[in-house]
């Protein structure tokens, strides 16, 4: 019998289940080869070398074996554990949040360049900024644009004008902005407002100034705004609720959250 094709690759762990006695499926996004499975054979054990480096939200190096089926974790290294996101409840809250949007919207072995990089970077801000939550919205914002889903903020999804500073609307199902005349048109897809300062933070997270975003100390009620509205624009895409946007919000509604 052939021997099984061996494939080295970079890794962030996004998920993982238990299975039989002593071994673990885990859902990888990898540098080379996008999203896939693979088993990780007797992790569960004291004695497993595997263990330690397939925590979730883990960067590592990996060693695959291809399989039918599933591949197979035959050696992994630790590249960054990300203990930020390990140490504390809303900074992990966030990487799920992450970790299943991305799970969520990709294909098996579909790889999209870029998608890795913009996933390491965001974990990495995720676990050590000042504002975690605004790498979240970066990453989602960034995500969304780079699967094809870019929201319009320049000019209203309707009438195609260019919106003006005042208090415009947000529609997931038009697509983006809608200026305040079609938006009172619009009752139907139930657009959210979108204040003049909502907007210059997404158009800031759609441009990708990391710099200029990690600066800004948005008041509670504009961070509020900004978490409905991408909430709202990936239950959208991804036609269901996530439960890691849900759990977000429960830790925000109970003062647990870090500031904006």
Same mark, same amino acid.
């Given at each position: 019998?052939?021997? /099984? ?75 960054? /554990? ?73 000019? !209203?999804?309707? !009438?195609?004008? /260019? ?96 500031? /904006?």
């Amino acid at each position: 019998m052939a021997a /099984p094709h061996l494939v080295r690759t970079e890794a962030v762990v996004l998920r993982r289940h238990d299975l039989g006695e002593a071994d673990r499926i885990v859902t990888l996004y990898t540098a080379s080869g996008g999203k896939l499975r693979a088993v990780a054979k007797g992790v569960r054990r004291p004695t497993s070398r595997l263990g330690g480096h397939l925590e979730l939200f883990t960067r590592c190096q990996v060693m695959l074996a291809r399989g039918r089926n599933l591949d197979i974790i035959t050696q992994v290294e630790t590249v960054d /554990p990300h203990l930020g996101i390990r140490e504390n409840l809303w900074r992990a809250s966030l990487a799920y949040y992450a970790a299943e949007i991305i799970d969520r919207l990709t294909e098996d072995r579909s790889d999209s360049p870029g998608l890795y990089d913009l996933l390491t970077q965001a974990l990495e801000r995720i676990a050590n900024s000042r504002r975690p939550n605004h790498a979240l919205h970066l990453f989602l914002v960034q995500l969304l644009s780079g699967l094809g889903y870019r929201s319009e903020l320049q000019r !209203c999804v309707q !009438c195609r004008r /260019p919106l003006e500073a005042v208090e415009n609307g947000f529609s997931a199902i038009a697509g983006g902005a809608l200026c305040p005349n079609c938006r009172a048109l619009d009752a139907a897809s139930r657009p959210l407002s979108l204040s003049l300062n909502a907007l210059k933070v997404l158009r800031l997270c759609q441009v990708g100034d990391w710099p200029s975003i990690e600066r800004l100390r948005l008041e509670v009620a504009l961070n509020d705004e900004l978490e409905e509205v991408l909430r709202n624009l990936v239950q959208h895409i991804a036609e269901s609720k996530l439960k890691s946007a849900a759990f977000v919000a429960t830790l925000r509604d109970e003062g647990l959250a870090g500031k /904006p």
